[in-house]
C-alpha cells in the first residue's frame, strides 16, 4: 500500500476503498467517465451496482423472457433487479424482509414480491414462475436467504450467490437435488465483473435511461454523518448513501 499515518502501513479494501477527500489508488482500477454523468451517481458503480448488475448478466446469464429472483433487497440486490428488468426478463421475483424494500422493488418494475418471513413462500414464487426461476440471484450474504433461493430455483436452473457471509457460514443443499435436476449453484465475486469492460457498459445502459440506478441514492452525506450512516447501512434502513467531502 502507498497509503500511511505516522510511518504505519494503511490497507484498505480492494486497493481502492477510502473515506477521504483524496484517495491514492492503482491506475489499473482507474475507468474514464462521460462528463454527462454526475459523480454521486457514478460512484454507484464502484461496487453496488457492477456486483448486482453483474451478477445477473455476466454470472447467471439471465436472457430475455427467462424468470429471474432476486432474495435480498439492499443496494445490490435492487441493483440486480434492475439488470433483470433491462435484460428483458419475463419475469423478476423480489424477495426480502422489509415491506418498504418490497415497495421499492415494486416500484421499480418487480412482477412478484414476496416476503420472506410469509408462510408457503417458496411454493407461491414456484408458481407465479411456472416451476420457479431459470435464474435465482442471492445478494444478502445469508445463507437462509442462499437455502431460498435454492429453493426457488427451477430445474436446471442458476442459482447464483453474491452476497458475503461471515467466514464460518456453513449451507446445507440437497445433493440428489443438484444432480438428478442438473442444477448450477456458482459463486459471483463484484458480478463476475472486468471493470473496464463493465463499468462502461453498465454507464451506457445508465445514461440511456435503461438501468436507472439513480433511484436506489437514499442521500449524499458530509463526513459529519458518516457514522449515522453507517449505522443506517447497518439497520437495513437505506439502499444507497454517497459521501461527498
Do not use: W
Not at 439502499?239 to 461527498?244: G, K, S, T, Y
Request: a neutral charge; charged letters at 20%.
Amino acid at each position: 500500500t502507498r497509503l500511511h499515518k505516522d510511518g504505519e502501513a494503511i490497507h484498505h479494501h480492494s486497493g481502492i476503498a477510502g473515506f477521504a477527500e483524496h484517495a491514492v489508488i492503482p491506475k489499473d482500477a482507474l475507468v474514464r467517465i462521460d462528463k454527462s454523468i454526475p459523480f454521486e451517481h457514478a460512484a454507484l458503480f464502484g461496487c453496488g451496482v457492477i456486483t448486482g448488475v453483474g451478477s445477473v448478466v455476466n454470472t447467471g446469464g439471465a436472457m430475455p423472457g427467462e424468470s429471474v429472483a432476486v432474495i435480498g433487497l439492499g443496494g445490490v440486490g435492487l441493483s440486480a433487479l434492475l439488470a433483470a428488468i433491462a435484460s428483458g426478463a419475463g419475469h423478476v421475483t423480489a424477495i426480502d424482509l422489509s415491506d418498504e424494500k418490497l415497495e421499492l422493488a415494486k416500484q421499480l418494475g418487480a412482477h412478484l414480491t414476496v416476503n420472506a418471513r410469509d408462510t408457503g413462500c417458496v411454493e407461491r414464487i414456484r408458481k407465479a414462475t411456472r416451476g420457479g426461476a431459470h435464474v435465482a440471484v442471492e445478494t444478502a450474504g445469508s445463507s437462509r436467504a442462499l437455502v431460498t433461493a435454492f429453493a426457488v430455483t427451477r430445474r436446471g436452473g442458476i442459482t447464483v450467490t453474491a452476497g458475503m457471509p461471515g467466514p464460518e457460514a456453513k449451507v446445507t443443499l440437497s445433493h440428489l437435488c443438484i444432480a438428478a435436476e442438473e442444477r448450477t449453484l456458482k459463486g459471483s465475486y463484484m458480478g463476475s465483473c472486468v471493470p473496464k469492460r463493465d463499468i462502461p457498459r453498465f454507464l451506457a445502459l445508465f445514461r440511456d435511461g435503461k438501468l436507472p440506478v439513480d433511484r436506489l441514492l437514499s442521500r449524499t452525506i458530509g463526513f459529519d454523518d458518516l457514522n449515522a450512516a453507517l449505522d443506517r447501512l447497518t439497520d437495513a434502513a437505506t439502499v444507497r448513501e454517497v459521501l461527498i467531502p
